[in-house]
């Protein structure tokens, strides 16, 4: 049975927020570039839903369609992603004075870290991921994922303790 | 930093912010929209002409005007597919642009009324379904209306056409404010939304030739329909993540 364009709209709402907290974090919290990215992804989703069979996870879908586009993204125009904003970015944050100093610290770090390390820590704690969910998008094994999950974190707590003395 | 997931799992997870949020959406709709078009024109096999005679024979039995015209035939009803059907018929009949602008505002407005007579007559959870579905219908259908409006190249046409549709937003207003109202009474926050989505699709409508207005959210927040009115008896903190997010 030919798959209706209007099934689209459910998995739009569910994953919406997902999707542009996933840029959010990967355009140094440009609002407005997130929302553009956001709305590319889920145009360029809609427009392939056909192909996407439904025996599978959408999320795992629409996040490697993301993925690539912020692959492409960056590779068009070289970009590089500032890192100045990300106290704007906090300061509409509840969190206590203290909380935000750190939370600002650690973004930092995880930014300037190598980008598999980054990475994954952002799937695993800002895209709240499953190691599965994850393994999936990574064409990896769950067992090697959770390894690689368990030394980036090692390496910045290391950063951190570092920096803290 | 023995505390590290705690402290990375406390990372914030924003949400998208409405507007960005129902300017995406429109786009969905507007893409929906035109591939249901090229589905709906892609008769080939059939016979024009059979098709526009049986539609004719259809159109004008006693049944079928009744079933058309009557404000009673809504969904759920057993002449509502009838209905629908003519309606199918109109549009294919409707066949300059100004002919199809002119059907598809007929029909918008159409949906929503019949979304006020299944309001007012204390619906069941599959008759709510329907608000939100003819809300939804009416939503595709303005993105039709400016679409089509903006690739149209005569002047003259197009002022009428906006001033038609124009006219026919304020029926629309109307309507949705009496959904808006069913929906605030019934603590319905499904339809309450849907509600607020379909005045922001009419309230954002830009056509080619009009310029951009700035006040855009001093609008809408104006038309909103105060979500707050319903959500008074919750918690502090959900109301105030609501607010930020807003």
């Given at each position: ?165 | ?7 990375l799992s406390a990372l914030p997870k924003n949400k998208l912010r409405r507007r ?227």
């Amino acid at each position: 049975m030919k798959k209706s364009k209007d099934s689209f709209l459910p998995y739009y709402n569910q994953f919406k927020d997902k999707i542009y907290n996933y840029f959010l974090y990967r355009v140094g919290f440009d609002k407005s570039l997130a929302e553009d990215l956001t709305s590319e992804v889920f145009i360029k989703a809609l427009k392939s839903f056909i192909d996407f069979d439904e025996s599978k996870k959408f999320q795992s879908w629409i996040y490697m369609i993301a993925h690539n586009h912020l692959v492409n993204h960056y590779k068009a125009d070289n970009k590089i992603i500032p890192l100045e904003i990300v106290e704007d970015f906090l300061k509409y944050i509840d969190n206590s004075a203290e909380e935000k100093l750190e939370l600002e610290r650690v973004l930092k770090i995880i930014d300037s870290m190598e980008d598999s390390d980054s990475e994954i820590i952002r799937f695993k704690f800002i895209d709240e991921l499953s190691n599965q969910e994850i393994a999936d998008l990574l064409n990896k094994e769950e067992g090697t994922v959770r390894t690689q999950i368990s030394r980036s974190l090692n390496k910045l707590r290391e950063i951190l303790n570092n920096n803290s003395k | 930093m023995d505390n590290l997931d705690k402290l990375l799992s406390a990372l914030p997870k924003n949400k998208l912010r409405r507007r960005a949020d129902f300017k995406i959406k429109f786009r969905l709709y507007r893409l929906i929209f035109l591939n249901k078009l090229e589905t709906a024109f892609d008769f080939s096999a059939l016979n024009k002409g059979w098709v526009l005679a049986f539609g004719v024979l259809l159109i004008f039995s006693t049944t079928s005007v009744y079933a058309y015209a009557s404000d009673d035939v809504i969904p759920g009803n057993q002449l509502y597919p009838l209905k629908i059907a003519i309606e199918k018929i109109e549009q294919k009949i409707a066949v300059t642009p100004v002919a199809k602008i002119e059907t598809y505002n007929k029909l918008s407005a159409r949906r929503l009324q019949e979304a006020v007579v299944l309001s007012e007559k204390n619906p069941d959870s599959n008759q709510t379904k329907n608000i939100k579905k003819n809300i939804e219908a009416e939503v595709s259908n303005q993105a039709a209306i400016l679409d089509r409006i903006n690739k149209l190249d005569n002047n003259k046409k197009i002022e009428s056409l906006i001033n038609l549709t124009k006219e026919n937003n304020r029926k629309k207003i109307d309507y949705l404010e009496k959904i808006g109202k069913y929906a605030k009474d019934n603590k319905n926050e499904e339809i309450l939304e849907k509600v607020n989505e379909a005045r922001e699709v009419i309230s954002h409508q830009r056509y080619n030739n009009e310029k951009e207005n700035n006040n855009d959210d001093d609008k809408n927040k104006q038309n909103e329909v105060k979500r707050d009115d319903i959500k008074r008896d919750e918690s502090p903190r959900r109301q105030k993540n609501e607010n930020n997010r807003n």
